[in-house]
């Protein structure tokens, strides 16, 4: 392998400063177009690198972010983070990616391990066992350190940051408000995220749909679990009433269970139950019948909580001010759903 030049060798070799090859190969207006043509081509015979670390050190930044995801195998986070990594490489950034596997002593474990000046700030959705332990301790000492963290998707209330979300509650009073245009009189929530935030939120919009065509909440028509178990046990009891003619389920075990139940008991999709869900990845088109889905635009979110957490890398505010960004969702009609 050809060994790689150094400031010193080139500065020798060119018989120049090395304060002059340093503000060549860093595009200088102080120095002459010749002259860094000279020394750039040089550097580039010359097998040269910039010390990447060094340079790192005296500006004390990395130029790299920590993506901190709570499932690898969700298609939606999967989403995210292709939308993070491009608006990341756009402006120059690195991302270093862990895998948090719902757990919180992971998520703190990443958090620690990458803060020690590895990375210059986060972007993460939580893991579930942290929401379920409420444990927040480990994001507010990150901050107290003066990194910033972006939270999206999954989000803590008292944690103060930036945070991109989705209408998770109006998606659910819209998708309600479909079912009723169909004809849809007896419609489940079906929920295995009701431990998470989002879970909360999409189950308060089914309420509000309900509540806003002066009809009540049916008990029996409601599934809200932590446990899958648990839920298919209970969904099989529920298809096999007979009575559910529409369902909002609301992620993403929730929503192929039903369409998988509804199947193995001769339940014909859309005509005899129309089903919604929250989830988009390809399998929900390749279904058969297809899965009419709530779209969360993965990659818009990425992108969105990455912009986010340059800019506050880069302005370097010093009173903190935090927003939080609500990305639209769209209601994709598949087989699953009657047409209007």
């Not at 474990?109 to 972007?123: E, K, P, R, Y």
Request: with cysteine; glycine share 4%; aromatic share 4%.
């Amino acid at each position: 392998m050809k060994p790689k030049a150094t400031l010193k060798q080139i500065s020798k070799d060119l018989g120049i400063s090395v304060s002059t090859v340093s503000k060549a190969l860093s595009d200088s207006h102080e120095i002459s177009e010749p002259t860094k043509i000279r020394v750039q081509e040089y550097a580039k015979l010359q097998n040269y690198k910039p010390n990447t670390m060094a340079k790192n050190l005296k500006n004390q930044r990395t130029n790299t972010i920590g993506v901190i995801i709570p499932n690898i195998l969700n298609p939606f986070f999967a989403k995210v983070f292709s939308g993070i990594e491009k608006a990341a490489n756009a402006k120059g950034y690195n991302v270093i990616t862990y895998i948090s596997n719902e757990s919180h002593a992971k998520e703190k474990q990443a958090m620690d391990l990458l803060s020690n000046g590895t990375v210059d700030g986060f972007i993460l959705s939580v893991a579930q066992e942290t929401q379920s332990l409420h444990e927040t301790q480990h994001f507010k000492d990150i901050l107290r350190e003066g990194m910033p963290i972006v939270m999206f998707d999954r989000t803590m209330e008292d944690v103060s940051c930036d945070k991109v979300i989705v209408d998770d509650f109006e998606s659910s009073v819209e998708a309600v408000n479909h079912l009723m245009k169909l004809g849809c009189n007896k419609i489940a929530l079906l929920s295995c995220i009701d431990n998470l935030s989002v879970g909360k939120h999409r189950a308060l919009g089914y309420e509000r749909a309900l509540q806003d065509h002066k009809r009540s909440v049916e008990d029996y028509l409601v599934i809200k679990t932590d446990s899958e178990e648990d839920f298919d046990a209970r969904l099989k009891k529920l298809l096999s009433s007979g009575e559910v003619d529409g369902i909002l389920a609301v992620d993403e075990h929730a929503s192929t269970m039903a369409m998988k139940v509804a199947i193995q008991k001769g339940i014909k999709i859309p005509e005899e139950l129309c089903i919604i869900g929250f989830a988009d990845g390809v399998w929900s088109r390749r279904l058969t019948p297809s899965l009419s889905t709530i779209s969360q635009h993965g990659p818009e979110i990425g992108e969105e909580a990455a912009k986010l957490l340059i800019e506050k890398l880069e302005r370097k505010q010093e009173i903190p001010t935090f927003k939080t960004t609500v990305v639209k969702t769209e209601l994709r009609q598949r087989d699953s759903t009657r047409r209007v």
